[in-house]
């Protein structure tokens, strides 16, 4: 694979964590307010059902067991500890336990996709973590104890999630779209409940709601997740880690176009710690041209 092919790939994959970012403002602004598991559900189980009627493809064997298992750890576990850990951490607090995921997903690899350690990794990780450091976090705030570990426990069921998907490889009778459509699918199933159970259903909604829930279903759910599981299937991991530090990026900016929050220096120079840090992740000389995906 040529250094052009996997920059274009890059900067497609890239767009996944960017719309991510337009979680919050979307959640906050146009959705019913206090209810994040609901949101989550109606991001992945529609999205999940529509791609599945378009593919009409199932899984066999061992992959109906695979499947659920990713789309546990990439869509139904994350979105539960994710907004876990926001009730109880102040947002920016939240962003920077869960931007622990390239370290954790550098770990799992060298596991169980004998990828090698470099100096460039650590680099782009500390350079990552202290851009989204400067960039979100509030020193004045108070750990709770109960936030920290349901942030870790969000980052690394992300983290499993990408390299069981790098390492299990997508079956060869499923396409890309059935891929994608089976695990928001299963995800978004194993929410519902949980969601009914502890937020329920919105009293009343508006059109300007459906909008919102529209987006979340067809931007942040099918566009994003088609292209981000294409992603590590052409991208070595570690590469696709790096590029989630661009979701609190793109949630900041977003938030300084269309909230008029304050955007200072600090915060300027930490945009641009995480930029680089995921231009470094880059691969370059003799590109990488899998993780020796095993089935």
Request: proline share 4%.
């Given at each position: ?8 790939n ?9 719309v ?48 659920s ?8 576990a ?50 990552g ?89 067809m ?77």
């Amino acid at each position: 694979m040529s250094e052009t092919r996997v920059v274009n790939n890059i900067l497609l994959t890239a767009l996944a964590p960017i719309v991510w970012g337009s979680t919050y403002i979307i959640t906050t602004e146009v959705l019913p307010p206090d209810t994040p598991l609901l949101a989550s559900t109606i991001r992945a189980l529609p999205a999940g059902l529509l791609l599945l009627l378009i593919c009409r493809t199932v899984p066999k064997g061992i992959w109906w067991l695979r499947i659920s298992i990713l789309g546990l750890l990439n869509i139904g576990a994350f979105f539960y500890f994710l907004f876990v850990t926001a009730g109880y951490l102040p947002g920016g607090t939240a962003a920077l336990i869960m931007s622990c995921q390239p370290i954790i997903v550098i770990l799992l690899s060298a596991c169980l996709l004998k990828t090698v350690l470099t100096i460039k990794h650590i680099t782009s990780t500390i350079l990552g973590i202290i851009g989204i450091g400067l960039l979100v976090l509030n020193s004045a705030t108070s750990l709770n104890w109960q936030g920290v570990i349901a942030g870790l426990a969000g980052c690394s069921c992300m983290a499993l999630g990408v390299v069981l998907t790098k390492y299990w490889n997508r079956p060869t009778h499923l396409s890309l779209l059935s891929f994608t459509g089976w695990q928001l699918t299963l995800g978004g199933l194993m929410l519902l409940p949980v969601a009914i159970l502890i937020e329920g259903l919105p009293q009343q909604i508006s059109m300007i709601n459906i909008l919102g829930y529209g987006y979340l279903c067809m931007i942040g759910a099918v566009f994003s997740y088609i292209i981000w599981f294409r992603g590590i299937e052409k991208l070595s991991v570690i590469t696709i880690s790096f590029l989630g530090f661009l979701s609190p990026v793109s949630a900041c900016v977003l938030g300084y176009f269309f909230l008029e929050q304050t955007f200072s220096l600090l915060q300027f120079v930490g945009a641009c710690s995480i930029i680089i840090s995921v231009w470094i992740s880059i691969p370059r000389g003799q590109i990488e041209k899998s993780d020796n995906s095993i089935n």
